[in-house]
């Protein structure tokens, strides 16, 4: 399918949303780290530690980018596969390389989204009517979702600039 100048804008305008802030906080902002002992705190009335929520965020992205572009790809089970089993990371390294991963599967889903040959519209061979643009749409919004969580609980810990 040829790339119309409809289609340029909205691969474009698919990109700003995964990767901008125009609606809210950036992720670099939200992302940045928290000191160790406060990323696998819950204050009261949360129900996830800033590690629970990165994490997951993470694992998800993963799981919507291998789905969109690897048909042997097998989500993890649903919903335990998508949390760490811990609420605090492993290590300090962890919340670094869970950010680096993200950033890198983001970029992986924005060139798939950007790359004319790639149809938006068309339905995923592997999945059940789905398209890189509906993947692309849920993605940024379950990452929207989860940013606005872990910028109010960067709130709650008293560690939001």
């Not at 950036?26 to 929520?53: I, M, N, R, V």
């Not at 919004?141 to 910028?151: C, E, R, S």
Request: aromatic share 8%; charged share 25%; net charge negative.
């Amino acid at each position: 399918m040829p790339d119309t100048s409809s289609n340029k804008s909205l691969r474009k305008h698919l990109t700003q949303l995964l990767e901008s802030s125009e609606a809210h906080t950036g992720f670099q902002t939200a992302f940045k780290k928290l000191p160790l002992d406060l990323q696998g705190k819950k204050p009261e009335g949360a129900d996830h530690s800033a590690w629970e929520l990165i994490e997951h965020m993470r694992i998800a992205q993963s799981d919507i980018l291998e789905f969109t572009r690897n048909p042997e790809h097998k989500s993890p089970e649903f919903p335990k596969g998508y949390w760490p089993k811990k609420s605090s990371p492993p290590d300090d390294a962890a919340w670094d390389k869970a950010v680096r991963a993200f950033e890198a599967d983001l970029k992986a889903m924005i060139e798939i989204v950007a790359d004319p040959s790639h149809d938006l519209f068309a339905e995923i061979p592997q999945g059940e009517g789905q398209t890189i643009l509906r993947e692309a749409l849920l993605l940024a919004d379950h990452n929207a979702y989860h940013l606005g969580q872990l910028v109010q609980l960067k709130k709650q810990l008293g560690s939001w600039e």
